[in-house]
């Protein structure tokens, strides 16, 4: 994720305490959030998005669903789908009609829900923007800016997080290349029961599909 690094100045000492009173802020909101998502045994959520790109000329509007219980996770994404049971993760691009198979690694780019909710952890500075209403509801916005802006795949990601709820209810995401991706999460629910075959892929559910393996 390629993302701006953030330049603070300060003026006066009654402005550099200013700025300290907002990171300081903006890091208790955030460490709130991810102790309440690292203390769950799983969770169920809905999101729609939308990636714009006015030089491509794309505008492309669509929804997902992402399960996760401890280490496991499964997670769709328009047409296509990643599964993972903690030790295999599996990629399914419904229009090629192949499923990628290869070892977990916590490193991969894939996309995982909980490593979505919990993505200012790592490689990220933050700084508290304000209040604000979304949809009828009090928000906190954050902006997140990488510690590495050479080697990150976004150059800002601004997030949303419920007052109220303790949740994260949006997150946009600009690139360098000119893409702003936006994820609204429209449902989230804590602790659902989830059986664990739903993050192991049966080749008997994907007739036709061809498994390749990395």
């Given at each position: 994720?390629?993302?701006?690094?953030?330049?603070?100045?300060?003026?006066?000492?009654?402005?550099?305490?200013?700025?300290?009173?907002?990171?300081?802020?903006?890091?208790?909101?955030?460490?709130?959030?991810?102790?309440?998502?690292?203390?769950?045994?799983?969770?169920?959520?809905?999101?729609?998005?939308?990636?714009?790109?006015?030089?491509?000329?794309?505008?492309?509007?669509?929804?997902?669903?992402?399960?996760?219980?401890?280490?496991?996770?499964?997670?769709?994404?328009?047409?296509?789908?990643?599964?993972?049971?903690?030790?295999?993760?599996?990629?399914?691009i419904a229009k090629d009609k192949e499923?990628?198979?290869?070892?977990?690694?916590?490193?991969?780019?894939?996309?995982?829900?909980?490593?979505?909710?919990?993505?200012?952890?790592?490689?990220?500075?933050?700084?508290?923007?304000?209040?604000?209403?979304?949809?009828g509801e009090t928000v906190d916005v954050?902006?997140?800016?990488?510690?590495?802006?050479?080697?990150?795949?976004?150059?800002?990601?601004?997030?949303?997080?419920?007052?109220?709820?303790?949740?994260?209810?949006?997150?946009?995401?600009?690139?360098?290349?000119?893409?702003?991706?936006?994820?609204?999460?429209?449902?989230?629910?804590?602790?659902?029961?989830?059986?664990?075959?739903?993050?192991?892929?049966?080749?008997?559910?994907?007739?036709?599909?061809?498994?390749?393996?990395?």
């Amino acid at each position: 994720m390629k993302i701006i690094l953030l330049i603070s100045v300060l003026f006066i000492s009654l402005s550099q305490f200013h700025g300290q009173t907002e990171i300081s802020k903006s890091q208790k909101i955030l460490n709130k959030l991810s102790k309440k998502i690292k203390g769950l045994k799983s969770f169920y959520m809905e999101y729609s998005a939308n990636v714009k790109n006015e030089e491509l000329n794309q505008n492309d509007d669509y929804s997902g669903k992402g399960w996760v219980k401890n280490n496991k996770y499964y997670a769709t994404y328009a047409d296509n789908a990643i599964m993972c049971n903690g030790l295999k993760t599996w990629t399914i691009i419904a229009k090629d009609k192949e499923v990628y198979e290869s070892d977990n690694s916590e490193d991969e780019d894939g996309i995982n829900p909980k490593k979505l909710m919990t993505i200012w952890e790592t490689g990220f500075k933050n700084k508290y923007i304000k209040e604000d209403k979304l949809s009828g509801e009090t928000v906190d916005v954050i902006d997140l800016y990488p510690k590495n802006p050479k080697t990150a795949d976004y150059n800002t990601i601004v997030i949303y997080i419920s007052k109220s709820k303790n949740e994260l209810k949006k997150a946009v995401m600009k690139s360098n290349d000119g893409s702003v991706m936006t994820y609204t999460v429209t449902k989230f629910t804590s602790n659902p029961e989830i059986k664990d075959t739903k993050f192991a892929f049966d080749k008997k559910n994907y007739p036709g599909y061809k498994v390749i393996k990395n």
